[in-house]
């Protein structure tokens, strides 16, 4: 069992790119905000106390994100899993490489998507998700073929919470203060490869799974 990490900014990408992979290479995509909007949606008592941390745009403690995403691979029913959203600090990439071990299972790859800061916010505003599957869409560049339904599976499309621009503002700060020197700590590992994200989706995917299939 591989995993591969994708890195990068919120707005960066990750999910619209996962989603398609999905479809596209039959891997699992473990994507933590959706899981913790999903129990927050269910109202489980973890779930709606990340709520508050999740629309202030702060980071919700370790120990849930380590236990849900353990608990994910743990099912070990596909042969490669794309992590988004996991590791979001060093610390967490730690107990990642922990989890790594005790499921026997290992890291592929760890893939930034390159995106320039001032896309982010215009992608940031306007972002709208399927409250089901969590497939991403944008009100101008990137529009569903009927308004407010999810192409993919029919859902109704919604603005997360998180994405008001005040939010969006302080998520873009915890990313450069705690996720980005993942970067760094990646590339020294040898682990590291990077995409240019500031491309179509369709582009993106196609570049992303280049990579994973030429391997480290
Ligand atoms: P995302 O959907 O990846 O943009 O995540 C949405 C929000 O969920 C983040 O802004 C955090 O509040 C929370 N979150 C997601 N993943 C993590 C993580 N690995 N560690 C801490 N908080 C997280």
């Known amino acids: 069992m591989d995993v591969v990490v994708l890195l990068g900014a919120p707005g960066a990408g ?48 370790d120990a849930l ?5 353990s608990e994910q691979l743990a099912e070990g029913d596909a042969e490669l899993y794309l992590l988004d959203g996991f590791p979001r600090t060093v610390r967490q990439a730690e107990r990642l490489a922990g989890v790594l071990e005790t499921q026997r299972a290992s890291l592929r790859m760890v893939v930034l998507l390159d995106v320039p800061k001032a896309v982010l916010a215009r992608r940031l505003s306007g972002r709208l998700v399927c409250s089901d599957c969590g497939m991403v869409y944008h009100v101008e560049t990137l529009k569903p073929e009927r308004e407010g339904v999810c192409d993919r599976c029919g859902a109704t499309l919604v603005t997360r919470r998180d994405d008001q621009p005040e939010t969006v503002l302080r998520r873009l700060d915890v990313y450069e203060e705690r996720t980005a020197p993942l970067i760094a700590w990646y590339e020294t590992r040898g682990l590291l490869k990077r995409v240019d994200g500031d491309r179509s989706p369709d582009e993106v995917v196609v570049a992303l799974a280049e990579t994973i299939e030429k391997g480290p």
Request: with cysteine.
């Open 14 to 61: 990750k999910g619209t790119t996962a989603i398609r992979m999905v479809d596209r290479l039959g891997c699992r995509h473990l994507s933590t905000g959706q899981m913790l909007r999903s129990r927050a949606a269910r109202g489980t008592p973890d779930g709606k106390q990340a709520e508050a941390l999740v629309a202030k745009g702060e980071l919700v403690p």
């Open 65 to 69: 994100i380590a236990g849900m995403v």
